[in-house]
């Protein structure tokens, strides 16, 4: 906990050390259901006609490399924002998805899904329900504007010990019991 708050610039290592940690001990990951953390997963994605590198900081996959959750990390002292590099993620896992359905699979495509998210700032999680559709991949691939608007959900769990905008996380005991009940509750959107 301590080296994901206060990991040097670029440290972001530690942070994605505790989320798979924390994923495999709450049950999100593992044999028996099937999951398993990756970190680093690096996808091209067609933005605006041209071939992006997407990387996810630390995603949950299933047994036929199906994204089921993705996080974007950020150290604690860094002070930038995880939240739009969580939501090109999420843009990606369905596109990388559905090609994984169509291909792999022999599957149909599907039309919208919601992807699960958590981005970290340090130790303090906030959890995300991201709705993704085709034409939502559509329009960012050919550098268009969305007719559809899309409304993200996100919780930041209030604790009982904020010391700053992110908190001090889950360092308190306290606040590491309301926040790990929270990764508890949020494993049912997987």
Not at 123 to 129: C, G, S, V, W
Not at 134 to 145: I, P, W
Request: charged share 20%; net charge negative.
């Amino acid at each position: 906990m301590d080296l994901a708050m206060a990991a040097p610039p670029g440290g972001e290592s530690a942070v994605n050390d505790l989320a798979v940690q924390l994923f495999k001990i709450l049950g999100y990951t593992g044999r028996a259901v099937g999951r398993v953390a990756r970190t680093r997963e690096d996808d091209l994605f067609w933005v605006c006609g041209e071939q992006r590198h997407a990387k996810t900081d630390v995603c949950i996959m299933d047994d036929s490399d199906i994204f089921l959750l993705v996080q974007a990390d950020k150290r604690h002292l860094d002070g930038s924002d995880p939240e739009p590099q969580l939501i090109a993620e999420a843009i990606t896992a369905f596109f990388k998805n559905n090609d994984t359905r169509v291909r792999a699979l022999c599957l149909p495509p599907l039309l919208n899904n919601v992807i699960p998210g958590i981005t970290m700032m340090g130790t303090m999680p906030i959890f995300y329900k991201v709705p993704i559709t085709a034409e939502l991949v559509r329009v960012v691939q050919l550098d268009q504007y969305p007719v559809q608007e899309t409304v993200v959900y996100a919780h930041l769990p209030t604790v009982p010990r904020p010391v700053c905008r992110y908190s001090e996380g889950t360092k308190p005991l306290d606040n590491r019991s309301l926040i790990l009940s929270c990764y508890e509750a949020f494993n049912q959107f997987l």
